[in-house]
């Protein structure tokens, strides 16, 4: 791609999410949370301050930026952090978000723009989370010499980068300082590129935060009520084909068995009342909360609120993550593995390394379907060898895999990144 076709891209986009703004709750939002950015930002926004700006495209990579961020606060409390997200999903959840001293969206990229909120924001570095390669935002920040690094990357084959056609990505990357690589065929595939002087393994940062929020669980009182001394199947971030073959799973196992509490990845109109139809005999977290009695009156629980996830797979004997049934594939199978507990999914995990990574050290399971899944849960429930042994691995491998905030940290304190 040429800047001249990068630009028409730019337009393009911008004229088109304008269009879905008519539409489009989201695309509405991308639109409006711009108005005004820069005042937005010229007003809160000192001059005299050390400001670290980490940007994300959204809610993932915050969670992969987060740990980074709080760590960065912690050792350098006279630094400012400024958050920046692409999307709506990332910067409507996380607005609030307390680790950062300020939290706004990212202009649209463009060379005026690039050039107005340097001059702004003035950052001491510059960290960009896993994706997000704008052009003329990465071409400033290289130009005015503010240190520059990419944390979490993933690199495929079929990217870009590594294509003919793909030039001026390579030369988008060529900007960063450091990049920050997940896995060896990242790193192996910025060699055969030649920015291989430019980049190291670090791991994913996420294995650090779900091992943080695993040490810093809060119980969940009705959840304990709930489960009682009940062996309990958590899924989480279901979809509604996950759905149906949880509820065929049910079908098939002993009444009383396990119980279920499942919830769904998304909460939109008529979904409870969906879910209601496959469970006719399930009760909702918000019933519980109001009539604590329910507990005991189902073997199926709903949670129908966001926020709870990272706790709820603690309540599990077994846990199942949804997504891996769709093409898009599974969700994040850490939060639940972290707990040391078997961890269930659809057949489409490969693209996602630690979901194969977690399968391969056996403590993933695939299930294709309800007759599968039921084959599992009851070996599970009933073999404490195999349980154990899934169990173990899960853990173990979330354990081996942590550190990859601090070596971040350590090339940013060995570079003296921040000293100036």
Not at 31 to 42: A, S, T
Not at 208 to 225: H, K, S, T, Y
Request: charged content about 20%.
């Amino acid at each position: 791609m040429s800047v001249f076709l990068y630009n028409i891209f730019l337009l393009l986009f911008r004229a088109g999410t304008r269009i879905a703004a008519l539409f489009n709750p989201k695309a509405k939002n991308w639109v409006q949370g711009r108005k005004g950015i820069f005042k937005k930002l010229e007003q809160a926004i000192p001059k005299k301050e050390k400001i670290i700006w980490v940007h994300c495209a959204s809610l993932g990579e915050f969670e992969q930026g987060r740990p980074v961020i709080e760590k960065l606060k912690f050792q350098i409390p006279n630094a400012k952090i400024l958050l920046t997200f692409f999307s709506p999903s990332g910067y409507e959840v996380r607005k609030d978000y307390e680790g950062a001293d300020w939290v706004f969206y990212l202009p649209a990229d463009g060379p005026r723009n690039a050039k107005k909120i340097l001059e702004i924001v003035h950052p001491s570095l510059v960290i960009f989370v896993k994706y997000e390669f704008w052009y003329y935002y990465l071409k400033k920040i290289k130009y005015r010499n503010i240190p520059l690094l990419l944390i979490s990357a993933l690199f495929r084959k079929d990217m870009s980068f590594f294509k003919w056609y793909g030039g001026l990505q390579r030369k988008i990357l060529s900007r960063f300082d450091h990049l920050f690589v997940q896995d060896e065929n990242s790193l192996r595939l910025l060699n055969e590129i030649g920015l291989g002087n430019i980049a190291g393994i670090s791991g994913d940062t996420r294995y650090d935060r779900v091992i943080e929020i695993a040490g810093q669980f809060e119980p969940i009182p009705l959840l304990e009520e709930f489960t009682g001394t009940s062996k309990t199947l958590v899924a989480g971030s279901t979809w509604p084909e996950d759905e149906v073959m949880l509820q065929k799973t049910f079908q098939q196992l002993p009444a009383g068995s396990i119980k279920l509490i499942m919830a769904p990845h998304e909460l939109y109109n008529n979904k409870l009342a969906a879910l209601r139809q496959l469970f006719p005999s399930a009760i909702l977290f918000s019933e519980l909360k109001e009539k604590k009695e329910l507990a005991h009156s189902s073997d199926c629980l709903i949670i129908d609120n966001f926020g709870m996830l990272s706790r709820l797979y603690r309540y599990g004997y077994i846990t199942y993550v949804g997504g891996g049934l769709k093409k898009m594939g599974v969700h994040n199978v850490l939060e639940a593995a972290v707990y040391s507990k078997p961890v269930l999914m659809g057949p489409y995990y490969h693209k996602y390394i630690e979901a194969a990574g977690l399968v391969n050290s056996n403590g993933g399971i695939v299930v294709e379907n309800e007759k599968a899944m039921a084959q599992v849960i009851g070996k599970l429930l009933h073999d404490s060898s195999r349980y154990s042994l899934s169990a173990g691995a899960a853990g173990e491998f979330v354990r081996k895999n942590a550190g990859a905030t601090q070596k971040i940290l350590n090339f940013i304190q060995e570079n003296r990144l921040l000293t100036s």
